[in-house]
Structures are given as structure tokens and as C-alpha cells.
């Protein structure tokens, strides 16, 4: 008889032994109770770097092991996603996730797609310049066990067009020789939304002209430039002629349009400008004045229209640590049909790690991986709380 063999074999089945007796003895604490599922407690995000095609989105996920030991050797699994209008913004999972008991900290990176942008823009404007925003954050544990996180859904709200509409005279001056000034009056100014398509988003503008004169003023021409952060959106000419006759006021329609192929450029300025935007959109004139052949070029300065648009996508513009826009008015829900509320919002008190991988009260932390392809497979999210202001 091989005494080595005799060894070597029964070192095989008594391992083979206790690792099937470990998992009879996980399998049955589950069933008891005893061990319960990983959670997720609090979603924390940020923006980082941004270029011409991602947006970086730093996320931190405080993920509560009720259970008295670490999970580790890829017991723990973490989908999310979230979307804006049901559009899908992020979406990614990381395997092999190992935590402590307790409270721990997910580090994941991950890249929105600007792309997206336009396709959410279309949505937001169809919805009467509504978004709602929904996250869910699934954790995965021994045994097929799961949990869901669902923050409350978010609104955000913008109003972009209606300062526009005005009552104020503004008079249009020519600023040339031999030209009396002024040479309008804008009386009343106008705008509403058209019908927004997947390429563009138009605005109907119209303005009410009074002509001071007493003899006819030929408008020849307007045209128009939109920018936001001075990144140029949008602009155009309506080459049709409006006679004013003296003394008289006149409807005059002036149809402008956002180009949405490039609002995903218009979004890398706002991430980098800390998510504010100025909207300016400038208007011209070619006049003909009474006793002219020649049109001339005036700038409709009257009818300038400037708009700041400021979000807080995570709630945490106000925070240097990027800690305060926890979600933590949330819901988790088991795959049992339990149902529970969280109240236990609490992260690591720092930052700092121990040279194992732990923080320093015990929470361990995990960073964000890319696959082959460049893709990732830490989808970050956009977070539960975000404000939109516009002034």
C-alpha cells in the first residue's frame, strides 16, 4: 500500500469534508437567521475628471454586515444602476467584493457616457422640464441571498423660457448718422417651447415692434445666437420681411432651436464651470429705416435673454469632502419579501486605511476595476439628491 497516496488522499477528503460541513453550517445559520445578508446603508457621489466623451462619477457605498465575521473570497456581489426619465445614466456591478462586520466602505469609479445627454435633454423638455430620478443598489451575498436599496425618488425642475416673457418698452437703437434714434420700440417679448425632436429643441419666440416713425420701417431680417458657457448651441437667420407701418406695432415671429448634438459639449462645461451655466441667447436686426434703400445691422440688445442654471446633482457642492450627499432616505427590501428601513446612515469617521485594507475603525474599502474593452464594471451612480436652482 502507497503510505503517501493514503496520506495525500485522506488530506483531500478531509479538506473536501470541512468545506462541505462550512457550508451545511452557513447554509443552515441562513435558513435559522443567524446570518443575515450584507445591505447597502448610504450612497455617497461625486463628480470627478470630465472630458469630451466621460464623466467621471466617484461613488462611495456603505455596505452593513450583520453578521458577527468578514465575507470575503468573493462571497458578495454589487449591481446598481440609475436613470433619469428611464433612461439609463449608469449601470455596472463589481464581484468579489470583501467586507468586514459591520459597516464598510465601496470605493467604485465609473464613466457616464455624455452621449446621454441629449437623449435625457429630449426627455426633460417633453416632461415640461421634469426629470425624475430613480437608483437602485442591489448587494448580493452567501447563498443567493439579496438585498435592494432604493432611495426615494428624485424631481428636478428647471424653468428656462418663461423669464422671457415680458411687458418692458426696450427701444432698438441704430447708433448711425442721419438715422433718429430710436429707430423700434419692443414692446412685448414672448416664448414657449415647440415640438422638441431627438435632433434639436425649438423655441417659438415672438416680439411686438412699434414703430415710432411716421413712415414705414422694413425689417428684413433677424437672427439669432444661443450659447450656454459660451459654448455656441445653437443659431440662425429668418429671412422674412415685416413692414411696420409708422405709428403701428406689429407680431413679429423670430423661431430659434437648440442643436442637441451638442449639448453633450455643453455638459462638460457645466461639470467643469462646478454644474453652473449661463444661457444667453442674442438677437440682430437688418433694418431698412424710413428714406434708406440699405438695410442696416442692429443689435437687438433690448431682447437679450440670459439665464443661470445651477444643479447639485449629489448635494454636495457646499461640502469640500464630498461626504454630504449621502442617500440616506432609502429603502431596503430583501428577496424574502422582508421588508426594512434603514436608519444606520454611518461611514467611516476618515479616510485613511490601515496597511491590510482597513480603515481605521475596521471597515474595509475596495477600489473600482476596468474590463478589457474599457468599459467598467463600477457603473457609478448619480446620486439621490439632486437640486436643480435657476435664476
Known sequence: MDVRALLVGSKIRIAVTVVAGLVLV????????????????RVDNRFGDVNETDTEIETDLVVHNPNPVGVHLGDVSIDYDVAMNGIEMARGEKHGVGIGSGNSTVNLTTYLQNERIPDWWVSHIRGDEQTTMTVDAE??????????????????????????NSSEDRPVNADVTLVEDPVLVIERTNASWGEVTDSET???????????????????????????????VGAGETRETETIPGKTSRVVETPTAIQNQRLDDWWVSHVENDQTT?????????????????????????????????????????????????????KTTTTDGDTTTTEDDSTTEDGSTTEDGTTSDGTTTDESNTTEDGGTTDDGILARGPTLRTD
Open 26 to 41: 452557513v447554509g443552515g445559520a441562513f435558513v435559522a437567521g443567524v446570518v443575515g445578508v450584507p445591505s447597502v446603508e
Open 139 to 164: 448587494v448580493s451575498g452567501l447563498l443567493g441571498q439579496s438585498a435592494t436599496f432604493q432611495p426615494a425618488e428624485e424631481s428636478i425642475e428647471t424653468d428656462l423660457v418663461s423669464q422671457f
Open 202 to 232: 425649438p423655441i417659438d419666440l415672438e416680439f411686438q415692434a412699434y414703430n415710432p416713425k411716421s413712415s414705414p420701417v422694413v425689417i428684413s431680417n433677424i437672427g439669432y445666437n444661443i450659447t450656454m458657457n459660451d459654448i455656441q
Open 278 to 330: 449661463e444661457l444667453r441667447i442674442d438677437f440682430y436686426a437688418e433694418i431698412e429705416p424710413p428714406g434708406s434703400d440699405d438695410p442696416i445691422r442692429v443689435p437687438l440688445d433690448g431682447m437679450t435673454y440670459t439665464k443661470t442654471i445651477e444643479t447639485d446633482m449629489f448635494g454636495t457642492k457646499g461640502d469640500a469632502s464630498g461626504d454630504a450627499g449621502g442617500a440616506d432616505d432609502s
